[in-house]
């Protein structure tokens, strides 16, 4: 590292980043509606290769609770199926002709109590990082002050300004996740 904006800017978009792979987390974690990258984790065993669900089949939405897959070859709707199947997301798919129907069971209360906590689990996680970005920035500006190339002042400003990022990305981890809790607990 060679400047402060330099700094300030990795920072910057390290923190992006976490917000981007907390975004991700919670797409995975279910609300009750169906969403086709729910089956983003299941693997299929296609000519002896495990791939993605999504790299042998269309996924799509029939409805608010039902995922539509649409095997691009013939043979791989039983595979398709039986991998859904053994998943460990608790989804019970049926075959309609080459169509394969994935209902999305409704959620009880005591699951979406597990789900909230879960998706909190996932902002801690992202605070964390967040947190850890905000010590390594301000590391460099002080090791950029002892090489004596910035000075005292300019530390102090980088690290108010630094701070300031890290709590609007906080803010922004604390947005998502409550938006992600109240779609768990709606109906």
Known sequence: MSSIPEIKKTAEQKMQQSLEALRANLAKVR???ANPAL???VQVEYYGTMVPISQV???SLLDARTIGVAPWE???GAKIEKAIRESDLGLNPASHG????VPIPPMTEERRKE???VVKAEGEHAKVAIRNLRRD???HVKRLVKDKLASEDDERRAQDEIQKLTDRMIAEVDKMVASKEA?????
């Open 115 to 117: 789900l909230t906590k």
């Open 137 to 139: 920035a301000n590391e």
């Open 74 to 76: 013939k043979g791989m």
């Open 31 to 33: 609300t009750g509606r």
């Open 57 to 59: 089949a269309n996924l």
């Open 98 to 101: 080459d169509l394969i129907r």
């Open 183 to 187: 779609d768990i607990m709606a109906i």
């Open 39 to 41: 089956l983003d984790t």
